[in-house]
Nanobody, 114 residues
Framework: VQLQASGGGLVQAGESLRLSCAAS????????MDWYRQAPGKERELVAG???????YYAESVKGRFAISRDNVRRSVWLQMNSLKPEGTAIYYC?????????WGRGTLVTVSS
């Protein structure tokens, strides 16, 4: 299983970014996909997830600002992040639970300046 995340960068508060995650080695359409983030000195936390039926769920802190989507043909999942806040500065990871084991991509760094 490989998860390749991209799209991070440096933005100012209030701006937007779109993260991408390309998956390989799995039958993508059969798996829920998630985005997590880990801020400096903090534990990794769930940001958003999208189920196989395309229903989604979000952390309270990002509801109304972030949107997750997927394309089973392209085996990809995206996280559209709007109205970014400085507390959104973190490494963002793509995640899938595969064969009972957490699989993580390398992560992409998002830095939000105030």
């Amino acid at each position: 299983v490989q998860l390749q995340a991209s799209g991070g960068g440096l933005v100012q508060a209030g701006e937007s970014l779109r993260l991408s995650c390309a998956a390989s080695g799995i039958n993508f359409r059969l798996f829920d996909m998630d985005w997590y983030r880990q801020a400096p000195g903090k534990e990794r936390e769930l940001v958003a997830g999208i189920r196989t039926d395309h229903s989604s769920y979000y952390a309270e802190s990002v509801k109304g600002r972030f949107a997750i989507s997927r394309d089973n043909v392209r085996r990809s999942v995206w996280l559209q992040m709007n109205s970014l806040k400085p507390e959104g500065t973190a490494i963002y990871y793509c995640h899938v639970l595969f064969a009972g084991s957490d699989r993580w991509g390398r992560g992409t760094l998002v830095t939000v300046s105030s």
